[in-house]
T-cell receptor, first 113, second 116 residues
Framework: AQSVTQLGSHVSVSEGALVLLRCNYS??????LFWYVQYPNQGLQLLLK??????LVKGINGFEAEFKKSETSFHLTKPSAHMSDAAEYFC????????????FGQGTELSVK | EAGVTQFPSHSVIEKGQTVTLRCDPI?????LYWYRRVMGKEIKFLLH????????ESGMPNNRFLAERTGGTYSTLKVQPAELEDSGVYFC??????????????FGPGTRLTVL
């Protein structure tokens, strides 16, 4: 079975500060890992994904995440927050044997002040 | 290119009534997924279509939920009869065929269902 834990349902940062959203996963097979973002009244949008290869993954809008197998983590970072980053962020896991089914964490709401 | 669309955006119904949600995936996408987010909880998988066939319906809560995908194009999710615990946001997503396990899923804006 697979699962995802996002630490912190709400994170608040100042504009220009580092954004760090935490995600830990559990998977008995090699995971595929995703970060999605949801802006108000919109659908989820893919920020970045890790399937195989390079463990540091760069995504849209300056976000990046690093797959750390030893720590079972896939934390999302951005060096400098912008007001437009305020949204809800979801970490998700899947794998080769899941047919694309995504298992989501509970989401982290990011506020930028 | 149009994205994934869902209709209606909001639905408020009484307990015991029937509601049908519709999803139009991106044209040419063979894979169609339904997910649901109950308030305060995580987004949960409901089912997966490949074209018109149900590939995985392990997340469907019970037999009050019926999903169809006519001709491998749009999909409907019917709840009959609706219960209070069915309230939540229902998301639809689609992705291209072939290697879908790695492919990006494109999500619709969701249908917010409220059962009173």
């Amino acid at each position: 079975a697979q699962s995802v834990t996002q630490l912190g349902s709400h994170v608040s940062v100042s504009e220009g500060a580092l954004v760090l959203l935490r995600c830990n996963y559990s998977s008995s097979v090699p995971p595929y890992l995703f970060w999605y973002v949801q802006y108000p009244n919109q659908g989820l949008q893919l920020l970045l994904k890790y399937t195989t290869g390079a463990t540091l993954v760069k995504g849209i809008n300056g976000f990046e995440a690093e797959f750390k197998k030893s720590e079972t983590s896939f934390h999302l970072t951005k060096p400098s927050a912008h007001m437009s980053d305020a949204a809800e962020y979801f970490c998700a896991v899947s794998s080769y044997n899941q047919g694309g089914k995504l298992i989501f964490g509970q989401g982290t709401e990011l506020s930028v002040k | 290119e149009a994205g994934v669309t869902q209709f209606p955006s909001h639905s408020v119904i009484e307990k015991g009534q029937t509601v049908t949600l519709r999803c139009d995936p991106i044209s040419g996408h063979d894979n169609l997924y339904w997910y649901r987010r109950v308030m305060g909880k995580e987004i949960k998988f409901l089912l997966h279509f490949v074209k018109e066939s149900k590939q995985d319906e392990s997340g469907m809560p019970n037999n009050r939920f019926l999903a169809e995908r006519t001709g491998g194009t749009y999909s409907t999710l019917k709840v009959q009869p609706a219960e209070l615990e069915d309230s939540g946001v229902y998301f639809c997503a689609s992705s291209q065929g072939g290697g879908q396990v790695k492919g990006e899923q494109f999500f619709g804006p969701g249908t917010r269902l409220t059962v009173l």
